[in-house]
């Protein structure tokens, strides 16, 4: 079936350094999205980017539908990012998204 | 803009009980979800539901039942709980279509006892 690949799965990082998230997807996706999740939290949508390359505040994801995959850079990462980000992905003709495992981020100061 | 609430915010039953949990939304979205997102994982589909009068079975859903009220609400019934359905459960929405960004509601935390 469908997959959804994170890479890296955890990372931990120093305040005021970038982060690289991956996602790899088995199939031609139609849409994607990157979402946020605090522990204990809901998740938050960050950006929903079928493909090409959209901004955000420090937040700029990257989508190659062609290659099947996608990133989201993190500029100057803040304690305040610590989290789990995920990337979900879905196909034409479908309302579902299937989601990966998530990157766990830890910043620290 | 809009909110999803879930009710209740912490579930607790016994197991073999059937449990009710319940999503509302006010985005006036045609179409809501049901996700289950065990510990340190990614989330699963459960059920969809596209329009008010439409049910769709997700990847999960075995030992599941869902409802849709009506447009604003969306129920998930748990059949018969088992210990290791323990989970959050997530409710989303989205306006109608394939290309719809989704949103989630703060989810309902379920420990079978």
């Known amino acids: 079936g469908q997959q959804v690949q994170q890479s890296p799965a955890s990372l931990v990082l120093q305040e005021g350094e970038n982060a690289e998230l991956q996602c790899n997807f088995s199939s031609t996706a139609t849409q994607l999205q990157w979402f946020y999740q605090r522990p204990g939290g809901s998740l938050v949508s960050l950006l929903y980017?079928?493909?090409g390359t959209k901004h955000t505040g420090r937040l700029t994801s990257t989508t190659v539908t062609k290659e099947r995959r996608s990133s989201l850079h993190i500029s100057s990462s803040q304690i305040t990012d610590s989290g789990t980000y995920f990337c979900a992905m879905g196909q034409g003709g479908s309302a579902k998204l299937i989601f990966g495992e998530g990157t766990k981020l830890t910043v620290s100061s | 803009g809009g909110i999803i609430t879930q009710t209740p915010k912490f579930l607790i039953g016994q197991e073999g009980q059937k449990l009710t949990l319940k999503c509302q939304q006010n985005?006036?979205?045609?179409?809501m979800y049901w996700y289950r997102q065990d510990s340190g994982k990614g989330l699963r589909l459960i059920y969809y539901s596209i329009t008010e009068n439409d049910l769709q079975k997700g990847d999960l859903s075995e030992g599941y039942d869902a409802s849709r009220e009506k447009k604003s609400s969306f129920s998930l019934t748990v059949t018969s709980a088992q210990k290791n359905e323990m989970a959050v459960f997530l409710c989303?929405?989205?306006?109608?279509?394939?290309?719809?960004?989704?949103?989630f509601g703060p989810g309902t935390r379920l420990t079978v006892l």
């Open positions: 989303a929405s989205s306006i109608l279509g394939n290309y719809a960004e989704q949103f």
């Open positions: 985005f006036n979205h045609d179409t």
């Open positions: 980017n079928p493909s």
